[in-house]
C-alpha cells in the first residue's frame, strides 16, 4: 500500500515506528501535489514553509514531544485564514491578502508555540480551492476555477468545500479541513468517495473563519475513514473565547466510542440497541434510483450488524431550501460588507468618490452568484419585505428543529441521502442557480437546526462515481455517530476504494 | 420584481450592476423569489423564531471577559493589505469638502 493510501491512523503509527519521517511525508505529498496540478485542488502552496513545519514536526518527536497527528500532513480549506500562506476564500476581492494571524483552527492543528503548547503539530501543505466564499455545491463558484473529481475529470468535486475533498481523495493530502453552511462538508465527501463530518453547532471556534452565514456555518473534518475524522475533530475541537458562539463545553475525546458495542444488548452484534430512522421525505421524488438502491443496502447492513430500523418523519423538508435561501444570503450580505475597499482586498482603479469606490470595488471582485446571494439578502432584510421572508423563515427554522427532535425520540440516528444523484458534469448546472439550490435539499436541514450529520461511502454508480449516505444524530452526539460509521466501515470497503490513476 | 427594485438592492448592496448585468439577474430573482414563496403557506401565527439554533436547546451565553489587553501594537503588520494607506492611516477619496 502507498502512502498516499493510508489513513491517518495509519500514518500515525507509521510516524511513531520510524518507518517514515514527516518531512520523508511531507516530501512525498508535495511531489504528488506538483504531478497533480491539473485538479485544480490546491490555490497557494509553500513547499518551503511546509518542510520547515516537518523538519520541526520531527524534531519534537525525536525530542519524545509528540503528539498522535504530529508530523502528519493536512490541508487547509481557504477559508481558514493562516499566517504564511495566502488566503482568498477563493474571490477575486482577497486576490494577494496575507492574514496577519492563523484561523483558531489553522493554530489548534498546527506547529506549538509558547502561545499554544498543545497544539497538534501537523504540517500545512497548502490551502485548498473552494466555491468562492463558500457559495455553491460544485466548486465552480470558485474564481479561481473549478476542481476536478479525480473519478472522473469531467465531472465537479461537490462543493463548497471541493478542494479539500478532491485533495484527499486524489492522495494530494492525508485528511483535510472543510467548512459547512449547508451541506458543504458532506456533499463534497459523498461525491469524492470520503467521511466527512459537520459537528454540532459551536462545537468548533469561527475565530479566522471567513464568515458566509454566522448561524449555519461550522468546520470540520474530510478524510478517508471515520476513524481519522474523530482523531482530527477531537483535536479541532474547544472553547475558544475569542468566538462568542464558541460552546463551553466543546473538547471531547470523539474516538471513544469507536471500539465499543452500542450497548450490550448482543454480544455478536456491535450495533444492537441502535434505532435507526429513515425519514420518508427523503426517500422521495427525486432521488435517483441508484442512491436509493445504494441506502437500502447500507441500511441492511446496518440491520445485520444489530440496529432496528424505522421509519420516521420530516415534515418539512422541502421547505428548508427557501428558508436557507433566505436566512444564509440575509447573514451573508451583512457580512460580506466588510469588503469595502479600505482596509484591506481588492479597490477599484477608478471612481469619483467614496461611495462610487465602495460599488465599483464589490462589483469587481465579487463573482456572480456571490453577488446574487446579497442582491438576495438585501431584498429579504429590506423594509417592507423583512417580516414576510426573514422572519418568516426563523419561525419555520424552530419548526425543522423540533422535528428533528420529534424524529429523535422514535430513533438515535437518522439514515438518509447526502444528495439526490452523484457528481454531475461540470458546467451542466451551472447555469440555473435555482437547479443547484434544490440539489441540497437533504443536507440543508442540519445546519438551520444545528446538528451534528456526516457523509459516509456507501456505493458506487453504474458510471462508477461514489455515493455516500447520510447519518444525521442529536445535538452532541458526534462521538456516537463517528461510532456508527467506524462499525459500518469495519464490514464494508466502499471508504477504502480509489480512483483509478490514484492507485498507483 | 421589477428592474427598478433590482437597481434599488443594488444601491442597498452598495454593488454597481450595468444595465445588462440587472437584466440578466432579473429572471434569476424571479425564480428564487417564487421558490422563497412557498413559505407563506405555512401557518407559523404561534412560531417564534429562531434567530440562532443553540437558542433552541439552551439560552445564549453572553461571554465576558476581563476588560485587560491581550493583543500588542502590530499596526504594520495589521495595515499590510491596506490598498491605500499614509503614514498609518488607511486612504479614501475625500468625504468632507
Redesign the interface.
Known amino acids: 500500500m502507498s502512502w498516499h493510501q493510508k489513513s491517518v491512523a495509519q500514518l500515525s503509527k507509521a510516524l511513531i515506528n520510524k518507518e517514515i519521517s514527516s518531512f520523508e511525508l511531507s516530501t512525498y505529498y508535495l511531489e504528488r501535489m506538483a504531478d497533480s496540478r491539473n485538479l485544480n485542488a490546491y490555490l497557494d502552496t509553500l513547499p518551503e514553509l511546509s518542510l520547515a513545519q516537518a523538519k520541526e514536526a520531527d524534531t519534537l518527536r525525536a525530542q519524545g514531544k509528540a503528539g498522535p497527528l504530529t508530523g502528519i500532513p493536512i490541508a487547509h480549506k481557504d477559508v481558514f485564514v493562516s499566517k504564511g500562506w495566502a488566503t482568498t476564500a477563493a474571490s477575486k476581492i482577497l486576490e494577494g491578502y496575507i492574514s496577519p494571524f492563523d484561523a483558531a483552527v489553522v493554530e489548534a492543528l498546527g506547529m506549538p508555540s509558547e502561545r499554544h503548547p498543545h497544539a497538534a503539530g501537523m504540517v500545512c501543505l497548502g490551502k485548498t480551492n473552494m466555491d468562492e466564499f463558500a457559495m455553491g455545491s460544485s466548486n465552480e463558484n470558485s474564481a479561481y476555477g473549478p476542481v476536478l473529481n479525480p473519478w472522473n475529470t469531467k465531472c465537479v468535486s461537490g462543493g463548497s468545500s471541493g478542494g479539500s475533498a478532491v485533495a484527499v481523495a486524489a492522495g494530494l493530502a492525508p485528511v483535510a479541513t472543510g467548512t459547512d453552511t449547508g451541506g458543504s462538508i458532506r456533499q463534497p465527501a459523498a461525491f469524492c468517495g470520503l467521511t466527512g463530518i459537520k459537528p454540532t453547532y459551536g462545537r468548533v471556534s469561527r475565530y479566522g473563519m471567513i464568515a458566509y452565514a454566522s448561524s449555519l456555518d461550522q468546520a470540520g473534518p474530510i478524510g478517508k475513514t471515520a476513524e481519522d475524522c474523530a482523531l482530527l475533530l477531537s483535536a479541532m475541537s474547544f472553547h475558544d473565547p475569542r468566538d462568542s458562539t464558541s460552546l463551553t463545553d466543546s473538547g471531547e475525546d470523539y474516538a471513544r466510542h469507536l471500539h465499543s458495542s452500542w450497548s450490550d444488548k448482543d454480544q455478536n452484534k456491535p450495533l444492537a440497541g441502535l434505532r435507526v430512522g429513515l425519514p420518508k421525505e427523503f426517500y422521495a421524488d427525486g432521488l435517483s434510483s441508484e442512491v436509493a438502491q445504494a441506502l437500502l443496502v447500507a441500511k441492511d447492513a446496518l440491520h445485520s450488524l444489530g440496529a432496528s430500523v424505522c421509519e420516521v418523519s420530516l415534515p418539512k423538508t422541502q421547505l428548508s431550501i427557501p428558508v436557507y435561501y433566505v436566512l444564509a444570503p440575509a447573514e451573508a450580505s451583512s457580512n460580506l460588507s466588510r469588503y469595502d475597499g479600505v482596509r484591506y482586498g481588492h479597490r477599484a482603479k477608478e471612481y469619483s468618490d467614496l461611495v462610487q469606490m465602495y460599488q465599483r470595488s464589490r462589483s469587481e471582485g465579487f463573482g456572480e452568484e456571490v453577488k446574487r446571494r446579497i442582491l438576495v439578502g438585501s431584498y429579504v432584510l429590506s423594509q417592507g419585505y423583512y417580516d414576510a421572508y426573514y422572519l418568516q423563515a426563523q419561525k419555520i427554522r424552530r419548526i425543522i428543529a423540533a422535528d428533528f427532535q420529534a424524529a429523535f425520540n422514535q430513533c438515535d440516528v437518522i439514515l438518509g441521502p447526502v444528495a439526490p444523484d452523484v457528481a454531475w458534469n461540470l458546467g451542466e448546472k451551472s447555469k440555473d442557480p435555482l437547479q443547484m439550490y434544490l440539489e441540497d435539499i437533504y443536507t440543508l436541514s442540519t445546519n438551520l437546526a444545528g446538528l451534528p450529520a456526516m457523509s459516509v461511502p456507501c456505493g458506487f454508480s453504474k458510471g462508477g462515481l461514489p455515493i455516500g449516505m447520510q447519518l444525521i444524530g442529536n445535538y452532541f452526539s458526534e462521538a456516537r455517530l463517528l461510532q456508527v460509521a467506524h462499525q459500518y466501515q469495519l464490514v464494508s470497503d466502499w471508504h477504502l476504494r480509489y480512483p483509478a490513476e490514484v492507485s498507483a | ?1 421589477d428592474i427598478n ?2 437597481h434599488h ?2 444601491k ?6 450595468s444595465p445588462a448585468e440587472a437584466e440578466a ?1 432579473l429572471p ?2 424571479t ?3 417564487a ?6 403557506a ?1 401557518d ?1 401565527s404561534s ?8 437558542l ?2 439552551r439560552d ?4 465576558l ?1 476581563p476588560d485587560t489587553v491581550t493583543e500588542h501594537e ?1 499596526r504594520e ?8 494607506q499614509d503614514r498609518g492611516y ?1 486612504l ?2 475625500r ?1 468632507i469638502e
Open positions: 420584481m427594485e433590482v438592492i443594488a442597498l448592496s452598495r454593488l454597481e450592476l439577474v434569476q430573482l425564480a428564487i423569489f421558490l422563497v414563496g412557498q413559505m407563506q405555512v407559523t412560531v417564534d423564531p429562531l434567530p440562532h439554533p443553540i433552541f436547546i445564549l451565553a453572553q461571554p471577559r502590530a503588520n495589521n495595515m499590510a493589505n491596506a490598498p491605500a488607511f479614501v477619496p468625504v
